[in-house]
Nanobody, 129 residues
Framework: QVQLVESGGGSVQAGGSLRLSCVAS????????KGWFRQAPGQEREAVAA???????SYGDSVKGRFTVSQDKAKTTLYLQMDDLKPEDSGMYYC???????????????????????WGQGTQVSVSS
């Protein structure tokens, strides 16, 4: 199992930017696929972005064109650059890792979060209008 630690959350005004980071305790083949989820109070956890071992990225429809996911060459640090933030982007952002789920095409499926194995503790993002 891999330990994941997020950082970089904070409070910004609409239109602003934040950069989230997620550091993994070690590299494993199974956890080299990583991504971000977010959860607002009373809402289902939703997938935001994902990147696989080969660097192929994908995004949820609500963040396309505004968010950019990347990871370092060692595949132990994941980033999420968030630009043009909107109030509806507010929530707890979680880093997750699971190549089985991602390569199986389920990362953005409803409820996928419930079967992903490795999670961080989350970092809060608040966007004011």
């Amino acid at each position: 199992q891999v330990q994941l630690v997020e950082s970089g959350g904070g409070s910004v005004q609409a239109g602003g930017s934040l950069r989230l980071s997620c550091v993994a305790s070690k590299y494993t083949y199974a956890s080299a696929c990583k991504g971000w989820f977010r959860q607002a109070p009373g809402q289902e956890r939703e997938a935001v972005a994902a990147i696989n071992r080969e660097g192929l990225v994908s995004y949820g429809d609500s963040v396309k064109g505004r968010f950019t996911v990347s990871q370092d060459k060692a595949k132990t640090t994941l980033y999420l650059q968030m630009d043009d933030l909107k109030p509806e982007d507010s929530g707890m952002y979680y880093c997750a890792a699971d190549c089985g789920i991602m390569l199986g095409g389920s990362w953005f499926s409803p409820g996928a979060w419930s079967i992903i194995r490795d999670w961080g503790q989350g970092t809060q993002v608040s966007v004011s209008s």
